[in-house]
């Protein structure tokens, strides 16, 4: 089974991943916030393609536990121990990353913000979508189409993470925008499918008569999915991610709409810019992703897996 | 210190169940009193339903407590196990393959659990710890930030399905719960194992094989995880590699709430099903009164705190 | 008053073992791992966790348990975040800190000292009620802007050294002292295995017991600082998990969990070993994954030399 001996040779060469058969090329560390969220993974895979295409490559930092401040602020230490040539970082907290991102300053390392943007330090660029926007934008799509009327279920995030706030806050605004739909419900399920079903399950007993439910995430979406049609539910439901469940979901009709925020192409760009800055090129102080609704209509360019995606060329990035 | 007449004459055991049923009565009461949407049987079939995926991990971490042990890798152990029985169930296109996996992987992972302790006589605490991130680790190797999803709805049924319209996880909870506590209560077996914990010199003295209990112990905890990783899959139609990390502290809390001690020797099956039980009503009450989430940790932490306390006030007016 | 017996036999050799073959292991495979500069991050990334780690060696030598502890620190980060940011005092913000802690320590010890709940379950539940504070105070977000002398905890140096190398020598030298040679210690250990000697000796077990997690819950106050000042802002999750590592640092140091019997110069190897595993495998650009493994295989291979050992009685 390919998976058996793919996994089988990741550990042995993860072993000995001192020395990379990368001859020439520079070293870019990409430092994301955890293994378990399929956007910072998407963003780790968009980031080794850009680098793979130009001709240098990755070094990928993860905290062993996931978002940790302590351990993100440690791996930078690292990173500057081991002299990498352009650091690529999306921080755990935005505000509690600064001192950090002032040693990297002061080790002369240039660094491209990608994801959140930090609060503090010098950057090349910053390359981002915006939580807040993505969630308002979807909120509204689902607002519309439950006919701007009825009861409306919010499943949260993890509390204490800014994107669970930022989308948390994105939703509210857009509920603002439309008064004769009731918000019922909001409660946390951590992003996480099988939370977010027996969330569901339990707000479905005192909600039944629920019309929307929007998800801050589309694992916590498609759990809440699978309660909603056993329930018997015409409950319309969106999430935010764009992953390929998703998109699956969305054709066959079961899910509404995902807020596109797919670390894929923040990966690929945040590379490149890192590279052409090494490389003495022009680059933008700044990229800011659409914010795009992935709904029937317009997802085709989302339903490829990842590793069969290529990175945008430097034209089509767009640049502000 | 509370005195019900009569309550006395019952089998300790037994007094301490009654107790545990009260208290969950109470809690099922107040529930029902604060919100009209708790006492549908649509919803308490729910909460079985909930209750019982964590039952499935709690049953077999019970015996390995009865053995004054712990096992920490029983969420890692899912997750890995759902992660690969999840795959083999899509790529070779058949359930019983897929559960032979689960299985196995579980039975692995407790038999290594079991060797470390006994023969090793690692800590259980450590050794399952070292065991949680080792299996935390291939799991994330292995899925590499995928999902695997979209399994066949006959093995759905496991998950989804209803036998007598009783959701199937609940019909197998009950199962379990009879035989396993046949098991602890009634086979020789069963007995040395309770035994192991609460007076492990006695134990070796009077000739019980104590490695070989506690080997079978881990691996039928393993086991168990490895179940309970098949009725994820069947659940959730889909499984990624950090389900496990929010599942192990609510199995151990179950276990404890339901009465059993971490020195071993005092627990019951019965117990940890009501355990399970009045952690999941925790959060269905929490949901239905809309509690806001910052203080749900507090409300569950202080039932988990309440219940233990209750628990050891029934215990102690007995003696 | 007397000193304890000093081990006669080398303890922990499971975990020299390891740490021996980490060193020489990373010095052939990076470089940059023996330089000075890298060895005083080492030391530098450990010291929150070692702070926290030698109280609950205290702790586990009363065959206890303290999983509060991550989420004590980060309350006690947001409380005196915002103390610091309401005053700019380093005075009042390390007061409020260490209050916090104890208060915390208070609760955890009336529980267990004297309702007597397992300290599993006890802490468990301090542990929510730690978490939900935290969240409440801020709303989820963290709390910046703390003024220079907070800064200067963690990233300021006196006389060359930097603070919080002083600080972790300060805190093993106290914790050092007060186990070994004041009653106290005596009574800690005594606690683990033997508290009847406590009572007929005229001394409160609970008293003491409940002494064993204030003291615990004030290092997590002062080790909330350092996170602090390090991260320069409160966090309301920042220490999550953190007592996991604590607990695996002082059970590789030697100390058991079940028998009042303990090394308390383990517990800082234990620490050194988990920071230099972390850092070495960064070093090496190591995937996380595989790091997640390394880990769960340094825990048990440090454990498995001591079953080569003559066992006990």
Redesign the interface.
């Known amino acids: ?1 390919t ?1 058996v001996s793919t ?1 089988a040779l ?2 042995v060469l ?1 072993a000995f991943a001192a020395h990379s058969a990368v001859a020439d090329g520079e070293k870019i560390a990409v430092l994301t916030k955890n ?2 969220n ?1 956007f ?3 963003e ?1 895979v968009g980031a080794a393609k850009a680098a793979e295409s130009m001709h240098a490559s990755v070094l990928q930092y993860v905290p062993t536990q ?1 978002d940790s401040i302590s351990e993100q602020l440690s791996q930078i230490d690292d990173v500057i121990t081991k002299k990498a040539d352009a650091i690529v970082i999306a921080p755990v907290d935005y505000k509690a990353i600064v001192p950090g991102i002032q040693k990297i300053n002061a080790a002369k390392i240039p660094a491209v913000n990608v994801t959140d943007r930090s609060s503090g330090g010098d950057f090349v660029s910053f390359i981002g979508a915006d939580d807040y926007t993505i969630a308002k934008k979807t909120a509204a799509a689902l607002l519309k189409a439950i006919g701007g009327k009825g009861e409306v279920i919010v499943l ?1 995030g993890v ?1 204490g993470t800014a994107t669970a706030q930022d989308r948390l806050r994105g939703f509210k605004e857009a509920l603002a925008e439309f008064p004769d739909v009731r918000l019922v ?4 399920a ?1 992003y ?4 977010a ?3 569901m ?3 479905l ?2 909600n039944p008569n629920v019309a929307g439910v929007l998800a801050a995430n589309d ?1 916590m979406a ?2 809440a999915m ?1 309660a909603l049609s ?2 018997g539910s015409k409950a319309l439901i969106t999430g935010i991610n764009g ?3 998703a998109i699956d979901a969305i054709k066959s009709g079961k899910m509404l709409a995902s807020g596109d925020y797919n670390g894929f192409v923040q990966g690929c760009v945040g590379a490149m810019i890192a590279l052409r800055y090494l490389r003495h090129e022009e680059v933008p102080k700044q990229v800011t992703q659409p914010t795009v609704v992935i709904t029937k209509d317009n997802l085709a360019p989302y339903d490829v897996p ?1 590793d069969g995606r290529q990175c945008p060329s430097w034209d089509q990035v767009p640049k502000s | 210190m509370i005195r019900v007449p009569g309550l006395n004459r019952l089998p300790p055991e037994a007094t301490r169940v009654a107790m545990r049923l009260a208290a969950l009565l109470v809690l099922g009461v107040l529930l029902s009193a604060l ?4 006492l ?1 049987t ?2 308490l079939m ?1 909460v079985l339903r ?1 209750a019982a ?1 964590l039952f499935f991990m709690s049953s077999g971490l019970t015996l390995v407590v009865l053995t004054a042990g712990l096992d920490l890798s029983i969420g890692a152990t899912i997750a890995l196990g759902a992660c690969v029985a999840g ?1 083999v169930i899509k ?1 070779a296109d058949s359930a019983w393959l897929g559960a032979a996996t689960a299985l196995g992987i579980g039975g692995a992972v407790g038999l290594l659990n079991g060797m ?1 302790v006994s ?5 259980a ?3 399952t ?10 799991a ?3 899925m ?4 695997v ?1 979209g399994f066949p709805s006959g093995f759905r049924q496991l998950g ?1 399905g209803y036998l007598l319209h009783v959701p199937t996880p609940v019909i197998v909870m009950a199962a379990l719960l009879a035989i396993g506590t046949v098991f602890a209560q009634r086979t020789v077996w069963g007995q040395q194992i309770v035994m192991i914990g609460a007076n492990p010199v006695a134990a070796r003295l009077s000739g019980v094989p104590v490695k070989r209990r506690l080997i079978l112990v881990y691996v039928l905890s393993g086991l168990a995880a490895g179940f309970a990783a098949l009725v ?1 899959l069947a ?4 499984a ?4 496990g ?2 599942l192990t ?1 609510p199995a ?2 179950a276990v ?2 339901g009465g059993a ?2 020195f071993g020797g005092v627990g019951t099956l019965a117990g940890t099903f009501i355990g399970a039980l009045i952690l999941t009503l925790v ?2 009450g ?3 009164l ?1 509690v806001d ?10 039932i ?2 309440a219940a ?2 209750l628990d ?1 006030q029934g215990q102690r007016t007995r003696s | 008053m007397t000193a304890l017996p000093l081990p006669t036999r080398m303890r922990a050799p499971g975990l020299m073992v390891a740490m021996v073959v980490m060193l020489v292991g990373f010095a052939v495979a990076s470089r940059d791992f023996a330089m000075p500069g890298n060895v005083l991050n080492i030391i530098m990334q450990s010291s929150v966790l070692l702070l926290v780690a030698l109280p609950m060696t205290f702790v586990i030598l009363t065959e206890g348990l303290d999983l509060s502890v991550g989420a004590v620190v980060s309350l006690c980060s947001v409380a005196l975040a915002q103390v610091a940011l309401a005053t700019g005092s380093l005075v009042m913000t390390s007061a409020a800190g260490v209050l916090v802690g104890a208060l915390a320590g208070v609760v955890n010890g009336g ?1 267990i000292a004297y ?4 300290p ?3 802490t ?6 730690a ?3 935290a ?2 105070l801020t ?2 977000q963290s709390v910046t802007g703390l003024p220079s002398n907070v800064l200067f905890i963690y990233g300021g140096s006196i006389l060359g050294v930097p603070v919080p190398i002083l600080i972790i020598v300060a805190a093993y030298a106290i914790m050092h002292s007060l186990l070994y040679y004041t009653p106290f210690g005596s009574f800690v250990f005594a606690l683990g295995g033997n508290r009847e000697a406590l009572t007929l000796a005229g001394v409160s077990w609970r008293r003491m017991l409940m002494a064993v997690y204030v003291l615990g819950g004030a290092w997590a106050g002062a080790a909330a600082l350092v996170l602090a000042s390090r991260l320069s802002a409160g966090h309301p999750t920042a220490a999550i998990g953190m007592e ?1 590592d604590a ?2 640092a002082v ?1 590789l140091g030697g100390t ?3 028998r009042g019997d303990g090394w308390l110069l383990g517990t800082l190897l234990g620490v050194a070993a988990i920071g230099i595993l972390r850092n070495g495998l960064n070093l090496m650009a190591v ?14 291979l440090a ?2 030399l ?2 080569f050992r003559a ?1 006990e009685l």
């Open positions: 089974m998976r996994m990741a550990l993860g293994q378990t399929p910072f993974q998407a780790r996931a949260e509390r419900a909001s409660q946390p951590n996480q499918r099988l939370q079903m027996q969330v399950e339990n707000l007993q005192a694992t498609i759990g699978d056993e329930a992953s390929k469940e990842l | 919100s009209s949407a708790f549908s649509v919803n729910n909930q995926l795959t790529n470390m023969l090793l006589r690692i800590p605490f450590i050794a710890y070292g065991m949680l991130w080792v299996l935390q680790g291939l994330y190797t292995y590499a930030g995928n999902t999803y989804n994820y659940r959730l139609n889909s990624e590699a950090d389900i990390s929010s502290l151990i809390a404890l709430i001690s971490l959060l269905n929490m949901n239905l809309h989430g910052n203080w749900q940790p507090l409300v569950t932490g202080v988990i705190v233990v306390w050891l | 529980l309702l007597r709940i397992p599993f379950v006890a468990l539940g301090t542990l929510g009620a978490q939900s504070l969240l409440v709303g989820g996991f607990i695996a059970a058991s969990f079940e995937s996380s994954s595989v790091q997640v493994c390394c880990i769960g295989i340094l825990v048990i454990f498995t001591e079953a066992p």
